[in-house]
């Protein structure tokens, strides 16, 4: 079992900055593949960014490809999205996820079928 707590939201303007941490409980959360996911109201959740539980691989979905970036510090159990150019459009309930059995060490996620452990959640808003 694996608990995941998320922090770091807020209120930005459009083009600043903000950082996400994940803090997960567990001591195998090393071996875990990780990602983002968010919600924004009346629509679905939709992938943001995934990380191989290495660290060495991630994946991005194209509506944050170059502005994001997801890292993980696997001594300290913590996940961490880096979101700069932030843009209303970006608006949404942040949530952190986490799949024990990766296939490979490679292995990245994109679907939230694809999860077993979810966080509870942070703001993200982006005033224009």
């Known amino acids: 079992q694996a608990q995941l707590v998320e922090s770091g939201g807020g209120l930005v303007q459009a083009g600043g900055s903000l950082r996400l941490c994940c803090a997960a409980?567990?001591?195998?959360?090393?071996?875990?593949?990780s990602g983002w996911f968010r919600q924004a109201p009346g629509k679905e959740r939709e992938f943001v960014a995934a990380?191989?539980?290495?660290?060495?691989?991630?994946n991005y979905a194209d509506s944050v490809k170059g502005r994001f970036t997801v890292s993980r510090e696997n001594a300290n159990n913590t996940l961490y999205l880096q979101m700069n150019g932030l843009k209303p459009e970006d608006t949404a309930v942040y949530y952190c996820?986490?799949?024990?059995?990766?296939?490979?060490?490679?292995?990245?996620?994109?679907?939230?079928?694809?999860?077993?452990?979810w966080g509870q959640g942070t703001q993200v808003t982006v005033s224009s």
């Open positions: 990380i191989s539980w290495s660290g060495r691989n991630t």
């Open positions: 409980s567990g001591r195998t959360f090393s071996r875990y593949a």
């Open positions: 996820a986490a799949n024990p059995s990766p296939r490979y060490g490679y292995s990245l996620y994109s679907s939230p079928s694809d999860y077993n452990y």
